[in-house]
């Protein structure tokens, strides 16, 4: 079965420093693997994807991700972390075995936390 | 470009009542999917409608239902309502075809809560 595992409920980091947000995934074939972020209240709001190619992939608002095929990994990053950063992240991979869809699969979420 | 754009908002429904919510995509996105998220089992795809004929369906009853209309905008309705339904419910939509990696746009979300 597909899935995406964030194996941490939560991620305390200071503003400034460097943060990541880890995401491993299982999939037969190649990935397409999706960053989202949910602020209070609010819908999913996309930072970025990885589809072919690079695997370092830039994002919105100066987030990055790291595709890892060897490892099965997809880990967040920024920096140098900023307290409105403060959300939940969710890391999510295309259903593969559902023929032409967009279905996404999603982990369970990471709230990050950034102190002043 | 406008985003997607969900009504309402907020629903405050009983039990056994029937809801219907509407998803209005962005523009030229001719794929709608509804997602469920709540706290015990996350986010949870409900079903994908593209030119107005369901495409994929995920693990819930048949009180949960959807449609798409010609101008792709989609409505989702759920009947016989059980406090379990409480929830919010994304619309999501993409351009077309989903053979790639395609990006989904979501919504803002409405906030269901069934008494």
């Known amino acids: 079965a597909q899935s995406v595992a964030q194996p941490e409920d939560q991620v305390n980091v200071a503003e400034g420093n460097p943060l990541t947000v880890k995401c491993t995934y299982s999939?037969?074939?190649?990935?397409?693997l999706f960053w989202y972020v949910q602020y209070p209240n609010r819908g999913l709001q996309f930072l970025l994807k990885?589809?072919?190619?690079?695997?370092l992939v830039k994002g919105s608002y100066g987030f990055e991700a790291e595709f890892n095929k060897s490892q099965t990994s997809f880990h967040l990053k920024k920096p140098s972390a900023l307290v409105s950063d403060s959300a939940l992240y969710f890391c999510a991979v295309r259903d593969l075995y559902g023929g032409a869809t967009n279905k996404l699969i999603f982990g369970t979420g990471t709230l990050l936390a950034v102190q002043p | 470009k406008a985003g997607v754009t969900q009504t309402p908002r907020y629903l405050i429904k009983t039990r056994g009542q029937q809801v219907t919510l509407s998803c209005s995509p962005i523009s030229g996105h001719r794929s709608v999917s509804w997602y469920q998220q709540t706290p015990g089992q996350g986010l949870q795809f409900l079903f994908e409608?593209?030119?107005?004929?369901?495409?994929n369906k995920g693990n819930f009853p048949g009180r949960f239902s959807g449609r798409q209309f010609s101008n792709s905008r989609s409505e989702m309705n759920v009947s016989t309502l059980e406090l379990g339904d409480s929830a919010l419910y994304l619309c999501?939509?993409?351009?077309?075809?989903?053979?790639?990696?395609?990006?989904?746009?979501f919504g803002p979300g409405t906030r269901l809560l069934v008494l």
């Open positions: 999501a939509s993409s351009l077309a075809s989903g053979t790639g990696g395609e990006t989904q746009y």
């Open positions: 990885y589809i072919t190619g690079d695997n």
């Open positions: 409608y593209f030119s107005e004929t369901q495409r």
């Open positions: 999939v037969s074939g190649n990935p397409y």
